[in-house]
């Protein structure tokens, strides 16, 4: 018999279906079904009373390190620590070792998934060992089940191969995802270029460094008429640059992340390698600028880039440290506090984590629509944790937000029917 | 000593002079006024010290600082260590967080540390029970030659309220500028720097200096001119075509010095790139006192020694011996 699951006394927010009131969520097997519809008497009950019951949350911008660096995350790791917090998908991007460039590597990430709390969908190198140079087999990899192309961490520097790639990838119905870096202008830079790091005396990446790239790609978005999304973007520039794209009519789509609203350079001070990233955090003016863009609709959508490092890559000289944090157990409380100072809507949060991550990648998810895959996530905005190095799921533990109490988090995480975290308790 | 004695000083590391009020500054150098007379002894050698373990751990290269340590902790009887990096386990693999468990192992009482990473400082310290001073850490500070200016400024101004102070050259790349700027700004003066745009990092003015449009409207006026050194090493950029058109253009001469004050003081913190950044008319000229801050070096660096581990109840008083 297929388990039936009822999510009564939520406040249901489902952009799609124009729908935001408190109602029931029925589930059976691994479809949103009608209340009433199926036969309830063995059914799993929760009550979501004072929580939002919202679309499966989907993150398009992680790292699961698998294969190649096990020893930080694994795709077992990454998803466990996806369902805490509250997603029921991930993109995961494809600079593992080796580079997933060719279908053998996306068929071992897809079968590997399988059995995870959370769905995972590769990402394929834009270039054969993202090294900029030749095209990888798009086709090849499409069939095996990338639902992008990207050389995330590596900006593609030589234009006329990213023009290539526009026209190859959207041959194939694949969007191209920007790393938007002047690796010229950014080279050896540890930190956002402003008087923190001439204080520090940390070689500074400036604004531009992104915002040039950035340029760039609306360009090349523009010439081919091919979808470009852009990753982790991080200045004032960059918004303005593709709120007048989107107003052109440029096929373009973007996202930041959220350290990028939440924190500034200042993070950087005390020399906290948890608080190095690429792109690196920057000004509060640009901080501004991104919760803007985010209430405005020039972001499509909030993605963790989440990029778990060991304590051999982060406790050692800033310089000399990896970038990135982790983000897969924080996204949801530090957009959330966005949505409790007003300047977030909680349609909004669920179009940014859910229903647009879905559009862009053309994956299934984003609405609790009757008949949709039973993909959702159940969220107590009001409820305060610390987060802890203990309660991290994830591998590693370099995150900037460690002993901050946080309020707000995903209190179930349902992913094709299938219960993949759950601290709301069934009754 | 009353004046000495008023003065909690605080700090367990020296990381950087951004830490430190201008009490602190003014206290350590008064400390290092009460020990520079040990250098002009017949017998230069006092027990303060005596016990103490000084560990030098340079692990960028370095003579002076690394010297001017040595001789500051021999001075007060502390037994020192050096360990540069072509002897480092660093040079193996090994972490910086490594070879400091292994020294602390042996228990020394101070880390000296030099390191081309700014920050180093503070990792180590964050990993280590002893204290740790910076001797130079990346692009960041090099705090002890930062006193050392100022102890040097203040032997022959007597203050450095309302002195304008012109640092001329590659502001950027540059530990000691970091220092300064910080050090002669909170007491009081004010600082011009001047160079190549590509010398000058972004949004220095927030340390409280300004920018000459040339270096003769820095030096104009001046009450001391420091020059500093072109980092070659340090450079990864083309930031200057050439020293040739950087010594013509923004080298300290015998003619931009006319502009200054005709008691203007001439420092730099060395090496100097004879004919490049200082003709050698100004480095050997009156206005010189680029070997009073080598002197000076070794009574700051006493000082530090003494006030980071020495200054402990069961230790003698400075100067005493």
């Not at chain 1, 159940?378 to 305060?384: D, G, Q």
């Not at chain 2, 009020?21 to 006024?33: G, K, M």
């Not at chain 2, 931009?256 to 490049?276: C, F, Q, S, W, Y």
């Amino acid at each position: 018999m297929t388990a039936v699951i009822i999510i009564r006394n939520g406040r249901i927010i489902d952009p799609i279906n124009d729908s935001d009131g408190t109602g029931e969520i029925w589930i059976s097997g691994n479809r949103i079904v009608s209340p009433g519809s199926v036969d309830a008497g063995d059914a799993i009950r929760y009550d979501a009373a004072g929580s939002w019951v919202v679309p499966g949350l989907i993150d398009m911008h992680v790292h699961l390190r698998e294969p190649g660096e096990e020893y930080k995350e694994t795709i077992a790791s990454g998803t466990r620590a996806a369902a805490a917090g509250g997603f029921t998908a991930v993109a995961c991007m494809p600079n593992t070792r080796p580079v997933n460039d060719n279908g053998s590597i996306t068929t071992f990430i897809r079968k590997t998934a399988e059995t995870c709390p959370a769905r995972v969908y590769p990402v394929g190198a834009v270039s054969k060992g993202s090294r900029g140079e030749e095209l990888a087999e798009y086709a090849e990899m499409k069939e095996a089940g990338i639902v992008a192309v990207t050389d995330d961490g590596h900006p593609v520097m030589n234009s006329q191969m990213m023009r290539r790639a526009l026209e190859y990838a959207g041959s194939h119905g694949l969007p191209v995802i920007s790393h938007s870096e002047d690796a010229a202008l950014s080279r050896n830079g540890c930190m956002h270029e402003g008087f923190v790091s001439t204080r520090l005396g940390l070689r500074g990446i400036p604004a531009a460094a992104e915002s040039i790239m950035v340029y760039r790609e609306i360009a090349l978005a523009e010439l081919t008429g091919c979808r470009m999304h852009l990753a982790h973007v991080s200045t004032a520039a960059s918004v303005d640059l593709i709120r007048r794209a989107k107003e052109r009519g440029v096929p373009v789509t973007a996202e930041t992340a959220p350290h990028y609203f939440t924190l500034t350079d200042e993070a950087v001070r005390g020399y906290n390698t948890n608080a190095k990233m690429n792109p690196p955090l920057r000004s509060e003016a640009d901080r501004r600028v991104i919760i803007e863009a985010l209430g405005d609709g020039t972001f499509d959508a909030i993605a963790t880039d989440h990029a778990p490092h060991s304590v051999l890559e982060k406790d050692i000289e800033f310089d000399l440290a990896a970038n990135g944090i982790i983000g897969l157990e924080t996204a949801v409380p530090l957009t959330l506090a966005l949505v409790r100072s007003g300047r977030l809507t909680e349609r909004r949060l669920v179009e940014l984590l859910s229903v647009n991550p879905a559009r862009i990648l053309g994956v299934p998810g984003g609405t609790l629509a009757v008949g949709a895959t039973a993909d959702l996530t159940v969220i107590n905005p009001t409820i305060s944790f610390v987060y802890t190095e203990e309660a991290v799921l994830s591998k590693s533990h370099n995150s900037p937000f460690l002993g901050q109490t946080l309020t707000g988090k995903a209190v179930l995480t349902i992913c094709d029917g299938r219960v993949g975290h759950d601290e709301l308790q069934a009754r | 000593m009353t004046e000495l004695q008023a003065h909690v000083f605080k700090h367990r590391h020296i990381f950087g002079l951004e830490q430190m009020s201008r009490e602190d500054i003014e206290f350590i150098i008064a400390t290092a006024r009460s020990f520079k007379e040990i250098s002009n002894r017949s017998i230069k050698k006092v027990p303060t010290l005596r016990g103490k373990t000084v560990v030098n751990l340079f692990l960028e290269p370095s003579t002076r600082t690394r010297l001017s340590f040595e001789i500051a902790a021999k001075r007060m009887s502390a037994d020192t260590f050096n360990i540069a990096s072509s002897t480092s386990s660093t040079t193996k693999g090994e972490t910086i967080i490594d070879t400091a468990r292994n020294i602390e192992a042996m228990n020394p009482d101070v880390i000296v540390l030099r390191h081309s990473s700014s920050g180093a400082p503070y990792l180590l310290a964050r990993h280590v029970a002893c204290p740790v001073i910076n001797a130079g850490d990346g692009t960041h500070e090099h705090p002890s030659q930062g006193l050392l200016d100022i102890m040097t400024i203040l032997e022959h101004k007597g203050s450095l309220q309302g002195l304008k102070i012109a640092i001329v050259g590659d502001i950027s790349h540059s530990r000691v500028a970091g220092s300064d700027i910080i050090g002669f700004t909170r007491l009081g003066a004010e600082v011009w720097l001047a160079g190549p745009a590509t010398f000058i990092p972004y949004g220095v003015e927030s340390t409280g200096a300004r920018i000459a449009a040339t270096v003769e409207d820095a030096v104009t006026g001046a009450d001391v001119v420091m020059a500093l050194r072109i980092q070659k090493e340090r450079q990864q950029d083309p930031l200057i075509p050439s020293l040739r058109e950087y010594a013509i253009r923004y080298g300290i001469n015998r003619r931009r010095l006319e502009r200054a004050k005709d008691d203007v003081l001439v420092m730099h913190p060395g090496p100097i790139n004879r004919g490049v950044e200082m003709s050698p008319d100004v480095a050997d000229g009156t206005w010189s006192v680029i070997l009073d801050q080598v002197t000076n070096g070794v009574a700051v660096r006493m000082a530090l020694l003494y006030l980071v581990i020495g200054s402990g109840k069961d230790n003698q008083e400075p100067g005493e011996g």
